[in-house]
Every structure is written in C-alpha cells, then in structure tokens.
DNA sequence: TATTTTAGTTACACATGTGTAACTTTTGTG
DNA sequence: CACAAAAGTTACACATGTGTAACTAAAATA
C-alpha cells in the first residue's frame, strides 16, 4: 500500500552521479539534488538520515558496479587483446574515478559511513584484480620484466586512464594513443 | 605610517596554500583562513574584497613561479638529462597542480576574477614551453619518433607527475620509476 | 603631544545549508 | 467507504558562511 514514488533510486543515483561530477563533493548539497530530482529535500531525507550517508552509498554501489565490470574481462585472450579490453572498460568508468576519490573528504558523522569508508577501501583491492591478472599475463608472455613491481604498474594504468582528453580526439585514437604510452612510453 | 601589519603576504598565501591542499576549494573559507592565519575575517576584507579574488591571485602569483622554475631547466644537457632536471622541478610543484585544478570551480563575481582566470589560461601555456623544448631535443636525438603528437607527450608527462606514491617509496627511486615509466612504458 | 594614517576588531544583516516535526496526499485493503 | 500505510510537503530552529560599517589600536610625523 502506500503512495506511488515520484523518484526511483536509480533516479537518485543519477542525479547524485551528475551532481557530484558538476559540483563536486563540497559543492554538493541536498537542495541541489532535490531540486535536479524534483521533490521537497525532506523526501529524500525520509530515506537517507544525511548527505553522508547518501554519497557513501552510492559510491559503494558505483565501486560494486566497477568491479563487476572489470572482473568480467576475458582473461584467455593475449596480453595486448586483454590490455586492450581492460583499457575500454576502464574509460567507461572514468568519473567513476574522480568521484571515489571524494571519499576521503567525507566526515564520520556516523559510524555506518565510517564503516562503510572502510568497506569502500576494501573494495579498492578487488578493483585491481583483474589489473593484476593482466600483468601476470605480460610477465609470462616475456613483455613486462619479471622485476617490476606490480603495485606501480597498475598505478601507473590507473593514472593514465584519467589522463585528460584536451584534443577531444576520438575516444578510439585516444585509446590507441594511451596504450601506446603504457606499453612503450615516449620512446620509439 | 600607520600600525604593523599581523601578516604578510607570504603568511596570507602560505595559509591559503595548507588550507586549499585539505579541504579543496569548496571547504575553503575566509573563517578558516583567518583562523589559520590568526586574525579576524575583516582584516582579510580589507586586502581582498572576496574569497574568489583572493584565491585567483593566489593562483596566479603560484603560476608565475612555476613558470619561472620550468623554465631553468638547463636547455644544454643531454634530452635524458633535461629530462631529469625537468621532472625534479615539476616534482617539487605537484600540489600546485591539484590547486591550479581548481580554477575552473572559481565563480565569476567580479570581472576581475573573469580576466584572471583568462590570464591564468594563457599562462599555462607558458608551462609547456619548456617541455615542448625537451620533447624536442628527444626527436633530435632520435630517441622520440619524430610524428608523435607533442600535445599528448606532455599531458603524458604531466599526468604522470601526479601520480601518487601509494607505496611511500623515497622521492628519488619514485622519480626513478616515474622517468622509466615516461622513456618506456610497462616493457622491457 | 596632537594628528593623521593604516591595521585590525566587533557586531550586524543577510544568505544558504542542515535535519526534523507536524501536516497533507495518495494508494491499497478490510 | 473509511482507514492504515507509505510518500511527500511545509515550516521551523539552528548552524555556518559572506561582506560591511562603525569602532579601536598603534605607529609616524608635524
């Protein structure tokens, strides 16, 4: 029973994703965001006791979403083919990036946010399976050195990824051009 | 004549520096600043009429002397050395970076802010100088394919530098492993 | 020492954000 | 149809931020 719900959290998800991009996390704020949705601040407070909250949840949903994004690459193809995958996957989630890194600045105003931060950190790790894997897979196909630590590596593809597209080239080329960098940097 | 001043311009813009680094700009406020700095709001308004003129000229004043320190880089070594020298100047200058990121949050409430920003813009241009001369040295020692975008190359290397070192490794074998990662990427 | 000038403080009016309590609207069900 | 349940709104109290006007403090100088 009950009234019909003028907003569905996909709806709210939306609209905290946009928000967050467009204004940032200290920018954000709960008028904000009603107002993009179009209800009373008060509906969304029935279901969220503060903006903290809020944003910590949605991260750990977008984080889940990621993981299971990137897990699903095919891991039986060549390094290059599985590199290649991987990187597409990643530019998808680009201002997914941007966004988690507000995660710091939110305040332990409860301890569900605190723990849920910790979850968050957590699931950090799972996020560089899959990259992990594809380095092995380099190593064992003799293109990585066996020496090279593997934490910097996929730091190294991470920070690439969010490498700013200022020449608004195709997303392609643009593609193209961040493999190359991470395979062979400068050098010819 | 008149009183001594409580703060200098190097306090005023060491504490706009701390506080911009931690909280962000959004989290920025004239009540922290002159907390931090150890006088009152208004002594504040009286040197600068807003927040969003103040922190502009804080950028533009950072900018000037990024611009100055790329720019002394020794032009005459060798392209790995120039390379060298350049990434340990752009090391020292990283959170500015993130500051300088900020600039695009900064409302216009004045034209004054409007036409700094537009100089801030132009300025930027003046940090590629120097790169673009070591990426040039790099074609003629033929080490860069001569066809490769210069544009990319340096955003490349910019972004790069703002790599984070998660591993707390010591600056040195962390530039180390940044100069590797620029000259050859993930391979051998 | 009286005066001028500059620096700094206090206190106000205003704006915007938060979280909540009391109320209203809409829907399904006995 | 009336009434319980869920969803939504309005209005309030409170906190924090902004910019300014009136005032006070300290130094140079005539």
Redesign the pocket.
């Known amino acids: 029973?009950?009234?019909?719900?003028?907003?569905s959290e996909q709806d709210l998800w939306h609209h905290t994703h946009q928000l967050l991009l467009s204004v940032g996390y200290q920018?954000?704020?709960?008028?904000?965001l009603?107002q993009s949705i179009?209800?009373?601040?008060?509906?969304i407070?029935?279901?969220y006791?503060?903006?903290?909250e809020l944003i910590i949840q949605f991260m750990v949903w977008q984080m889940e979403k990621s993981i299971e994004n990137l897990s699903n690459v095919n891991f039986s193809q060549s390094f290059e083919q599985q590199l290649e995958d991987l990187l597409v996957r990643m530019f998808d989630m680009r201002d997914l990036h941007q966004i988690l890194g507000f995660a710091s600045q939110i305040n332990d105003?409860s301890l569900v946010v605190k723990q849920k931060k910790e979850v968050l950190n957590n699931m950090h790790g799972g996020l560089y399976i899959p990259l992990q894997q594809v380095i092995k897979q380099g190593k064992e196909e003799g293109i990585i050195a066996e020496d090279r630590n593997n934490f910097i590596l996929l730091s190294f593809i991470f920070q690439l990824i969010d490498m700013p597209n200022h020449l608004n080239m195709p997303i392609e080329s643009f593609l193209k051009e961040i493999k190359l960098l991470i395979l062979h940097g400068i050098s010819k």
């Open positions: 029973m009950g009234r019909d719900k003028k907003f920018g954000f704020t709960m008028s904000l009603a179009g209800v009373s601040r008060a509906a407070y029935k279901q006791p503060n903006k903290e105003v």
